[in-house]
């Protein structure tokens, strides 16, 4: 009888266990639920707000009737985009029967870039715009045919969709990568180098508008080419601010403004996350990042590399403008945690370290990345991403994140070869960083 009853007791008590699981798992699925309501709740207000500044918005549009307000509704328009893309990724992966409502949306946003695009033709040219030498520009019309001279000035035209539109560019653009077909064809015209452009190719290419970036050889072109009534503008590149501000410019002259801000907000969305990530980091990394090595020039202060230096950690040059010449005793002062060496210019890791130990003998074992092993090379696309000042600087961003920080992507290994054949950047950060990043990363991966 005793033993029955211990039997009795111990089912009893392996029931009561199973019930108290079932009772935790129940309330954990109503904790769920829960959350998923909130979320659902706050999408759809969102998606409420969204809608009443798109009916704002369609309202203005019948009353527009100037340049100003074109801009400001175009800007209106790309920021909506922008938010929308995000959105529609967040109710895809929580509850569908809202995507219909979001799919709505989003056709009355093309709807609306679609007549924004017709009023720009008669409202917004001619466009005056300020380039970055800070001349006043005016384009009289839409251009039709464009000519860039730099490998970033080409890649930002690709980002605010005009790249059907160039006809001329500078012999190291390579992106997209439809460039090498079109010149084949000879649809494109290689109107020289980056500081050596030709006028006789330019004039060649018959363009419409010459954009260019703030170096002399671009600015120098601007009274000769007026001479034949082309218009130059030069994009200002002097940090992350001014990639966002040539996109809007680029936009501006192109008449693509919607496109333009719809990118500008991408990209600042990127940068913001990639900041907020880093800030998790408890000691933010020292980084030296080096361009050439005979003699030695460093990322300083006040460029666009500084910025995404800055961002992924502390760039230890920063106190020097522009990009300096340094000692290989400064990286002893300043002790770098990482080393960034890029692939061009004869500047990559093994160039680097050769240099530093040469130099510095034995002592070069005291820095940090040397003792440590943190020197990284950026390559390929990855590279260009890197050293060109245009919307694809934001991929090098991650590209660099995930190297530096690769336990915030739940990334176990990293080669000290950053390229796309060692590390595929759009891999390791999708899911894990807003959908406005993941569109220009794989914008930037275009092949």
Request: hydrophobic share 45%.
């Amino acid at each position: 009888m005793l033993i029955a009853f211990g039997a009795l007791y111990q089912s009893l008590r392996q029931l009561s266990g199973e019930v108290e699981s079932l009772r935790e798992e129940l309330q954990r699925e109503a904790a769920k639920d829960v959350e998923r309501s909130r979320e659902l709740n706050a999408i759809a207000s969102s998606l409420e707000q969204l809608s009443k500044r798109i009916e704002g918005v369609e309202e203005s549009l019948k009353r527009a009737a100037s340049a100003a307000e074109l801009r400001a509704l175009a800007e209106e328009v790309g920021r909506a985009r922008a938010e929308l893309s995000i959105m529609r990724a967040s109710i895809a992966a929580v509850n569908r029967s809202l995507l219909e409502q979001t799919d709505k949306a989003v056709k009355r946003l093309d709807e609306l870039k679609k007549e924004i695009d017709s009023l720009a033709e008669r409202l917004l040219f001619p466009a005056k715009v300020v380039d970055g030498a800070g001349d006043t520009i005016t384009i009289m019309k839409r251009p039709a045919r464009i000519v860039t001279l730099a490998p970033s000035a080409t890649e930002t035209v690709f980002f605010v969709g005009a790249f059907d539109r160039v006809v001329g560019t500078d012999q190291f653009s390579n992106f997209p990568s439809i460039i090498r077909q079109k010149v084949e064809r000879k649809e494109i015209i290689i109107v020289g180098g980056f500081v050596n452009p030709s006028v006789e190719k330019i004039l060649e290419a018959k363009p419409d508008v010459v954009i260019g970036v703030t170096n002399r050889a671009h600015i120098a072109l601007k009274d000769i080419l007026a001479q034949y009534r082309i218009p130059v503008v030069v994009l200002p590149q002097s940090n992350l601010s001014d990639v966002l501000r040539g996109t809007i410019i680029v936009g501006e002259v192109t008449g693509n403004l919607v496109e333009a801000y719809e990118m500008a907000t991408k990209m600042k969305v990127a940068a913001s996350f990639a900041l907020a990530l880093s800030n998790q980091v408890k000691e933010r990394p020292k980084i030296a990042s080096v361009v050439w090595t005979q003699p030695i020039y460093a990322v300083g202060g006040g460029s666009w590399q500084h910025d995404v230096l800055s961002i992924v950690g502390t760039n230890v040059y920063a106190d020097l403008r522009g990009w300096p010449v340094v000692s290989p005793e400064s990286f002893l002062a300043r002790k770098p945690d990482v080393i960034v060496a890029t692939g061009s210019h004869g500047a990559g890791r093994e160039a680097v370290i050769n240099v530093l130990r040469s130099a510095l003998g034995d002592s070069v074992g005291e820095i940090p990345a040397i003792a440590r092993d943190r020197v990284f090379e950026t390559q390929g696309s990855y590279n260009d991403a890197y050293v060109r000042p245009s919307p694809r600087t934001f991929m090098s961003l991650y590209v660099l994140m995930v190297a530096v920080h690769p336990y915030l992507f739940n990334v176990t290994a990293v080669s000290l070869v950053l390229s796309p054949e060692n590390l595929d950047v759009q891999r390791a950060v999708e899911k894990k960083v807003p959908e406005e990043a993941m569109v220009l990363i794989r914008m930037s991966l275009e092949r």
